[in-house]
């Protein structure tokens, strides 16, 4: 058993933390099914090891085959005790992909669809009757372009911007006994107008009356809340509200932002009737809002302009997976280094521990569902329900900044002549509102916008100058929305996504360093051009005051991909001091003393 508070055990569920998990990470019986031949696990022949949770397309894995294959299978022996009566056995996995089946022995636990969310089944019955061998079937045709993948190629080499496939068990699989009643699920959504904290605390298993909820909220030694809640049909639904300190000098003691990622530490402590405690679980939550206001970007009330990279989140060695915990961190930490307050994680879902890292350290992130890339009804309801999932699990991220169902129209390729396709980027744009109606929602990414908050730009122009004139002041609004075309497309289509909304570069930069079989949007021969050329840009956008953000082109090379601003195994590819002087764009680079426009400040 692990011990819940030590930060380096990588507990999986971070905004909901107890004792009492034990990690089934490590090697597994392992088997290949090419042509997903095998329906029964007792048919299965297991020759091989794998080390779980790396794909078997990686080499942290001890696979490394990166072939087509429609199937694949694990197998291991379970250790645990029979519970005490009344107390739950849950197998909880963080993320496999596509579909998994589950059995213990050959009876059949269950089944989840979805490669990027996490999932659970109870086995204590199964386990009192003595079954102890867990088998796992993981369903991924490599050729499906109809279940959301992200930048998962369909081809056998990977090609332009898509990388090795990801197949089977990539996060984390443990064990988690539980209480004869126990917390499932707790959400927090702050409000900053009345300063307070709405939670909803689901409780499931042998649910007796009466049920107390005991709530403690405090930011270091500092008690905000203290106050127990009588549980109505497994659900306390309460707004808590907090002291307001008033003046902002106090106020901003509590707030989180990336310069300063204050948590609320919240301790929750289910009690029976008799007030013995049943279940006792951690989690956090900040104050903090997130909004758009006008043509800018509003944190905690006040402007907020974005300084993001795009960061892939892949690692050479482990693929998807992070090699550890502190690998996770050490990005977080590599980021904020770099000088930027934000990340677009790119066509993934990453880790829940991310996450947690950033909201401990204080990085923005925004949330971008991996596409599907044809627009069918069966692609319409896989990216749907994974798309909730996604919410549900990460919307008390205090990090999250910003959904992003689609990216490119990606998936919705005839956006400005299908009015289904239209129509379903609305949808997951309204549901995703409905869901969690505190956050901006990009709808589209890139261009085409169809219905968004923030109207997200891709252009990979190289030349500072064309940008400077393309976006240098407010009046060109209206002729970029008309005649401008970044990326050869439409910034919106129709009415819903007006010039008076935010503009944030969302992408652009792809500077590589010249490498052998290197790739990029532009080239630099020498790490020294490349730190001239990002400087020379980033002091050109950071004065464009039509922009409310950017996000550079990329954190850290990947694959094929070579536009990082790190190598792959996160080497900076010229000082780090460096690039965060550049991204802030506080002066000009020292190595051009005149802007594009051959005046010594920036373009007006």
Known sequence: MNDDDADTLAYPRPLLRRKGWTSLNGPWSFAMDAEAAWTDPADVVFDRVIEVPFSPETRRSGVNDNGLYSAVWYRRELDIPIPPDGERVMLRFGAVDFHATVWLDNVKV??????????????????????????????????????????????????????????????TVWLEQLPVAFIDQVTFTPNMDRWEISMHVMVDGRVRSPLYLDVRMQVGDVLLAHDSYLVLGQVVHRRIALSDPGIDDSRNDFLWSPASPVLIDVLLELKDGEGNTLDFVRSYTALREIATQGDRVILNGRAYRLRMVLDQGYWPESGMTAPDDLALKRDVE??????????????????????????????????????????????????????????????????????????????????????????????????????DPTRPVIGNDGWEAVATDIIGIHDYDNDPTRIARRYHTSDARLRLFQHERPGGRLLRIGDSAGPDHPIVLSEFGGIALLEEDSWGYSVAVSPQELADRYAQLLWVISGLQMLAGFCYTQFADTYQERNGLLHADRRPKFPLTDIAEATIGERPPRSWTTTPTGSSSRPA
Request: aromatic content about 12%.
């Open 110 to 171: 269950g089944e989840h669809e979805g490669g990027y969310t996490p999932f659970a089944f109870d086995i204590t019955e199964l386990v009192r009757d003595g079954h102890r061998v867990l088998t796992v079937r993981a369903y991924d045709n490599p050729l499906d372009l109809e279940q959301p993948r992200g930048k998962q190629d369909w081809e056998v080499t990977p090609h332009l911007i898509w990388y090795p496939r990801t197949t089977g068990i990539w996060q």
């Open 334 to 435: 590599l980021a904020k280094a770099m000088g930027f307050n934000g990340v677009r994680k790119h066509q993934k879902i990453e880790d829940p521990r991310y996450l947690y890292w950033c909201d401990r350290l204080g990085l923005l992130v925004w949330e971008e569902m991996p596409s599907a890339y044809r627009f069918t009804a069966r692609s319409v309801r896989r990216l749907q329900k994974e798309w909730e999932e996604v919410i549900t699990r990460d919307s008390s991220h205090a990090c999250v900044a910003a959904w992003v169902p689609f990216n490119e129209s990606w998936g919705v390729p005839n956006l400005p002549n299908s009015a289904a396709e239209r129509h379903y980027v609305q949808a997951l744009y309204h549901l995703t509102k409905t869901l």
